[in-house]
């Protein structure tokens, strides 16, 4: 079934123009809203155009209408600033004049929200399960970051273990320098634009953020001493989160191989939740699947575990 694309303006930021893609069918009808955060190396690159194909095809299958949305990118906004935007964008798909006035009536039901994302994505899906309120129906969150101050990304990797592409490291560095700077031009839905034969100059920033061992400094957070310990660092980790905030029903599923985010980020949030909870309550609200050998994104294309993720969603949806 041919899907239909609108794109519309849900926030302005001085010249920014934030804007969400809207993909659904042409017979909608009170559809539920599935909105997906992009990854592709968010929070510091990528495009809401970076949907992966299951999404798509299950706005047919499971009547849904999916939303890609932007949102600003690191290191030129911090976690604040770009979650800012998450609320914003929920608000919007909430508020009677916002995407429904934009949509024939009736297309959505504004009141059943779900947030789905991957890699920094599912890193902001859970950021909004945590503090939206009121909460979305579900999360979805695809080997998500949960913690910038984390080990794995505080961590100095070598070049060569985390990027697979053929740029030498000095060149990705020359490429990157007008990215880096933190007072420099703030960008969302950053596309790939390969078309001069180039190298995309922001495409190895989140190779070269892993080999600096800098996620939580490009997201201004206090990486200086008493971190761990500061409480406003604790409301963007989500296990320590945790503490304070209840999550709606969330399904993560997260590689045991994964080199772009450690396994070890999912394990800590699932732990966390298990102690709150309890095995029988989290079993019956939450669902992590961590399939053995599998690398970042490998689950986006399989039908078993997509499958899986969508009785889920439907269960709460």
Not at 209 to 236: F, I, T, Y
Not at 254 to 277: E, P
Request: net charge negative.
């Amino acid at each position: 079934m041919a899907l239909l694309c609108d794109t519309v303006t849900f926030k302005y930021i001085e010249a920014l123009e934030l804007e969400l893609s809207v993909y659904r069918t042409e017979h909608s009808k009170n559809a539920p809203i599935l909105l997906y955060l992009h990854g592709n190396g968010s929070p510091v690159k990528g495009s809401r155009r970076d949907i992966p194909k299951h999404l798509l095809d299950g706005i047919s299958r499971f009547n849904y209408t999916l939303i890609s949305a932007d949102y600003r990118l690191a290191p030129q906004v911090g976690i604040q600033e770009i979650y800012i935007d998450v609320e914003d964008c929920i608000n919007f798909l909430r508020n009677p004049l916002g995407l429904a006035a934009w949509l024939p009536r009736g297309t959505v039901d504004r009141h059943r929200v779900a947030v789905a994302g991957s890699g920094g994505g599912g890193y902001l899906a859970l950021l909004a399960g945590l503090h939206v309120v009121p909460k979305p129906r579900a999360v979805l969150a695809l080997d998500p970051i949960t913690d910038p101050l984390g080990s794995f990304f505080t961590t100095k990797h070598l070049w060569g273990a985390v990027y697979h592409g053929d740029m030498e490291k000095n060149t990705a560095v020359s490429f990157l320098q007008q990215f880096l700077a933190p007072n420099g031009a703030v960008k969302a839905n950053y596309v790939h634009d390969n078309s001069d034969g180039q190298y995309p100059t922001r495409q190895p920033i989140y190779t070269y953020m892993l080999h600096c061992g800098n996620l939580a400094k490009m997201l201004r957070l206090n990486v200086g001493a008493g971190a761990e310990s500061d409480p406003a660092n604790d409301q963007w980790r989500v296990a320590k989160a945790l503490a304070t905030c209840e999550l709606p029903p969330t399904f993560i599923m997260h590689g045991s191989a994964d080199d772009q985010v450690d396994v070890g980020q999912s394990d800590k949030v699932v732990g966390a939740l298990m102690g709150a909870l309890g095995h029988e309550r989290f079993t019956e609200y939450n669902q992590y699947e961590r399939p053995q050998g599998w690398g970042h994104a490998s689950g986006d294309e399989s039908g078993q575990y997509m499958d899986r993720m969508y009785e889920f969603l439907q269960s709460w949806i």
